[in-house]
């Protein structure tokens, strides 16, 4: 289903620190690198990159609702155009909202119009875990078991948040989720927020 009605990004921002302790060295940046319009949050791990030259995505711009069994957007954006997946493991302390809020002011900062941001129960299902199935379901998941990106949002997920944005020329998307979770392969500081980012440049083929 494609949506174009676009909301205005709630005035209330909060402001928080940047600055924070650098992640433990059992994570360090995969191949690859940060997209130019969506900086990394300070000291952040990359733990997943993949670009494509051209690819499809749905955009959710509204909850995740069950349809036939499954899980689906109750709006979205068909968009099609080069593709980037990152992935970020955040440094320890941080909570879901910090990070959150931090990425939401970066992105309209830059000219980016926030179409859909939600938390816990209202990106659908009990406490999100729609929105985050609809993200990151199994065919999505990047690398094999044990590596930090498959396993992002698997064990004791919490404080799911969601935006879709869409830059000021409408030529460019970006959907972010992110959330709490034990990520148990580390050696320390196990608890962390995990952050998950779609962007789509428009383009004809």
């Known amino acids: 289903m494609r949506s174009r009605h676009w909301l205005s990004s709630a005035g209330f921002v909060l402001a928080v620190c940047l600055l ?40 959710p711009t509204g909850p995740a609702v069950q349809r036939d069994g499954s899980w689906a957007a109750e709006r979205s954006e068909a968009l099609e155009g080069r593709s980037t997946r990152l992935m970020y493991l955040i440094p320890p302390g941080r909570s879901a909202l910090e990070v959150f809020r931090n990425y939401e002011r970066s992105l309209t900062e830059r000219g980016f119009e926030v179409a859909f941001s939600c938390a816990g129960d209202a990106c659908g299902g009990r406490g999100g875990d ?47 989720f992110l959330a709490e979770a034990d990520h148990t392969f580390l050696r320390q500081d196990k608890r962390r927020v995990a952050v998950h980012l779609d962007i789509i440049e428009l383009e004809e083929m």
């Open 20 to 59: 924070g302790p650098a992640v433990a060295q059992d994570c360090k940046d995969v191949e690859g690198g940060d997209h130019p319009a969506v900086p990394r949050y300070a000291d952040a791990c990359l733990i997943a990159h993949v670009a494509r030259a051209y690819d499809d995505l749905q955009l």
């Open 130 to 176: 729609g929105m985050g199935r609809l993200i990151y379901p199994s065919h999505r998941q990047i690398g094999q078991p044990g590596q930090h990106a498959y396993s992002a949002f698997m064990l004791g997920v919490s404080d799911r948040r969601y935006l879709a944005a869409r830059s000021a020329d409408g030529r460019m998307f970006v959907g972010l």
